[in-house]
């Protein structure tokens, strides 16, 4: 799944999902994941690559799911469907660890109550 905000991870794999014994991740649940790939900054700012990188690689972190493949229904009767699976890093008390996230993320994350991620959203779909 794609990390989308700027805390340094590029590619992330779930390895837990919170609060579910045996269900399957939907849009504003808390997971566990494992970075498996470092975002690079690139070599012309002359800064070390991991310098800026909050995260590394194997790194285990807690993430909120924001966009899915699979179709959701919403209460409005519309459904929706994204691109690609994607998440947004948190600490432990549940605070984004980047500070911009890139991309389009679900609006329902307004029912589950993360706000902060919508307010460092572009856009909510």
Known sequence: MNCIDNSGASVVQCIFVLGKKFAPAKIGD????????QRSLGADNGVGPSSANKVRRGDVRH??????????????????K??????????KNGEPI?????????????DKKWSKILSLAPMDF
């Open 30 to 37: 808390r997971v566990v994941v494992v970075v498996k790939k």
């Open 63 to 80: 993430a909120v799911i924001v966009r899915a493949r699979k179709i959701t229904q919403r209460a409005d009767g519309s459904s929706v």
């Open 82 to 91: 994204f691109d690609d699976n994607a998440c947004v890093l948190i600490n």
């Open 98 to 110: 980047g500070t911009r996230i890139n991309g389009v993320v679900s609006s329902q994350l307004r």
